[in-house]
């Protein structure tokens, strides 16, 4: 007997999916057929480590990221994390520092900031 990915019940996805990186979900089932995308659509705290921008990936998920660790220099809109309650930023920019405000990211209880060494001479 096989069984495939699809034939499992929702509840389990949900428990399976919760363990994995948002950019690993979308890569993996965004857009395999419409059941999948309702379940990726109604998760919710999840977690994102981005090396590359990719605007699609911020189009469906940004409002239920919980945790984002930034790892470009790509520039990246935080307004768009309204759940946002944990961010790391490893090449921080100019305009990311300025949007860290309360009004911007409401529910941020955890901040990392790595500066490089030429962040204020730019």
Same mark, same amino acid.
């Given at each position: /007997?096989? $069984?495939?990915?699809?034939? #499992?019940?929702?509840?389990? @996805?949900?428990?399976?999916?919760?363990?994995?990186?948002?950019?690993? @979900?979308?890569? $993996?089932? !965004?857009? @395999?057929?419409?059941?999948?995308?309702?379940? @990726?659509? +109604? #998760?919710?705290?999840? $977690?994102? *480590? /981005?090396?590359? &921008? &990719?605007? $699609?990936?911020?189009?469906?998920?940004? +409002?239920?990221?919980?945790?984002?660790?930034?790892?470009? !220099?790509?520039?990246?809109?935080?307004?768009?994390?309204? &759940?946002?309650?944990?961010?790391? #930023?490893?090449?921080? *920019?100019?305009?990311?520092?300025?949007?860290?405000?309360?009004?911007?990211?409401?529910?941020?209880?955890?901040? +990392?900031?790595?500066?490089?060494?030429?962040? !204020? +001479?730019?």
């Amino acid at each position: /007997m096989s $069984s495939l990915i699809e034939d #499992l019940p929702n509840e389990l @996805l949900f428990d399976i999916f919760q363990y994995l990186d948002t950019r690993d @979900l979308y890569e $993996s089932f !965004w857009g @395999l057929n419409y059941r999948f995308n309702n379940i @990726l659509r +109604s #998760l919710k705290d999840l $977690s994102l *480590t /981005m090396e590359k &921008n &990719n605007p $699609s990936l911020l189009t469906i998920f940004a +409002s239920r990221i919980a945790r984002l660790e930034v790892n470009t !220099w790509h520039e990246i809109d935080l307004i768009e994390f309204i &759940n946002l309650k944990s961010l790391i #930023l490893h090449r921080t *920019t100019r305009n990311q520092i300025t949007q860290i405000r309360p009004n911007v990211i409401p529910k941020l209880v955890s901040l +990392s900031i790595s500066l490089a060494f030429d962040f !204020w +001479s730019s």
